[in-house]
């Protein structure tokens, strides 16, 4: 079994910065892509990033693109979402999650594993 946690959130004003970090346990997470989500509510859980096992490719959804970077050290066993230049659309619960892949995915369906999540607001 792995478990992730999740870190981070908070309340930030528009065009504020927050770095979130996915800390993982019960398993080396070095052989596999990492994702972080988001669900705002009334809404669908939506891919926001992915990581490859390695962390040399990186894929990010269009709407975060150039305002959020993921990273990973493996030697930690820890994944992070540095998001900058936030806007109010980007209040959500994001979650970060196990790929079952090497290479990372946007589609939900291969990811094993969740963490709980982690609140995220900013304010206008």
């Known amino acids: 079994q792995v478990q992730l946690v999740e870190s981070g959130g908070g309340l930030v004003q528009a065009g504020g910065s927050l770095r979130l970090s996915c800390a993982a346990s019960?398993?080396?997470?070095?052989?596999?892509?990492m994702g972080w989500f988001r669900q705002a509510p009334g809404k669908e859980r939506d891919f926001v990033a992915a990581i490859s096992w390695s962390g040399g490719s990186t894929y990010y959804a269009d709407s975060v693109k150039g305002r959020f970077t993921i990273s990973r050290d493996n030697a930690k066993n820890t994944v992070y979402l540095q998001m900058n230049s936030l806007k109010p659309e980007d209040t959500a619960v994001y979650y970060c999650?196990?790929?079952?892949?090497?290479?990372?995915?946007?589609?939900?369906?291969?990811?094993?594993?969740w963490g709980q999540g982690t609140q995220v607001t900013v304010s206008s």
């Open positions: 019960g398993r080396t997470v070095s052989s596999y892509a």
């Open positions: 999650a196990l790929d079952r892949s090497l290479y990372g995915s946007s589609r939900r369906v291969t990811y094993d594993y």
